[in-house]
T-cell receptor, first 115, second 116 residues
Framework: DAGVTQSPTHLIKTRGQQVTLRCSPI?????VSWYQQVLGQGPQFIFQ???????GRGNFPDRFSARQFPNYSSELNVNALLLGDSALYLC??????????????FGPGTRLTVT | AQKVTQAQTEISVVEKEDVTLDCVYE???????LFWYKQPPSGELVFLIR??????QNEISGRYSWNFQKSTSSFNFTITASQVVDSAVYFC?????????????FGTGTRLQVFP
């Protein structure tokens, strides 16, 4: 079975632009979470979606938004990009959101560089 | 507040040495889960283990073993007879409390370098 997939792999954007990152969960997984990992740090939680509804939001500005589609894939949007948004964006999926009772599997990430 | 601390920023060992990665967590919950992930240079986080707060039994999987001690709020990870392929950044994580959430709180990671 295919794991979590993310696209694109790499992205270079200019300050002020907007970007959309995509994630497809493991088949059968209905919960998708997004994390931001700045170089040298651990991943920081951005959003979680389950059954197309937002189930959790981390401490990120409103420039960050996300959505989940009927096939459980997800998009993360970031508007008005800042240099500080440069990071590896990771998507994770699990069968259900159960506060850790299921392990989460991560995709390879999208590396975003803002110049 | 919930928090995960990995005090070791970087560890270097020579192949075949044993190495222990430390993880200390803070939570007021009685039910929680702890995780270890491996992040090789490719960037993808690879799941290693999940442990719930009611199971303090140590676990061994091949060269990997985990020691969970609630009394000291620690969940340490030991690699026996390390190999070059073990070189990676290792993250410890804690599940956030709350109903039906998948949020994980990660430590800052420990970079392990295994030299031949």
């Amino acid at each position: 079975d295919a794991g979590v997939t993310q696209s694109p792999t790499h992205l270079i954007k200019t300050r002020g632009q907007q970007v959309t990152l995509r994630c497809s969960p493991i088949s059968g997984h209905k919960s998708v979470s997004w994390y931001q990992q700045v170089l040298g740090q651990g991943p920081q939680f951005i959003f979680q979606y389950y059954e197309k509804e937002e189930r959790g939001r981390g401490n990120f500005p409103d420039r960050f938004s996300a959505r989940q589609f009927p096939n459980y894939s997800s998009e993360l949007n970031v508007n008005a990009l800042l240099l500080g948004d440069s990071a590896l964006y990771l998507c994770a999926s699990s069968p259900l959101p159960t506060s850790g009772a299921y392990e989460q599997y991560f995709g390879p990430g999208t590396r975003l560089t803002v110049t | 507040a919930q928090k995960v601390t990995q005090a070791q920023t970087e560890i270097s060992v020579v192949e075949k040495e044993d190495v222990t990665l430390d993880c200390v967590y803070e939570t007021r919950d009685t039910t929680y889960y702890l995780f270890w992930y491996k992040q090789p240079p490719s960037g993808e986080l690879v799941f290693l283990i999940r442990r719930n707060s009611f199971d303090e039994q140590n676990e061994i999987s091949g060269r990997y073993s985990w020691n969970f001690q609630k009394s000291t709020s620690s969940f340490n990870f030991t690699i026996t007879a390390s190999q070059v392929v073990d070189s990676a950044v290792y993250f410890c994580a804690l599940s956030e409390s709350g109903y039906n959430t998948d949020k994980l709180i990660f430590g800052t990671g420990t970079r392990l370098q295994v030299f031949p």
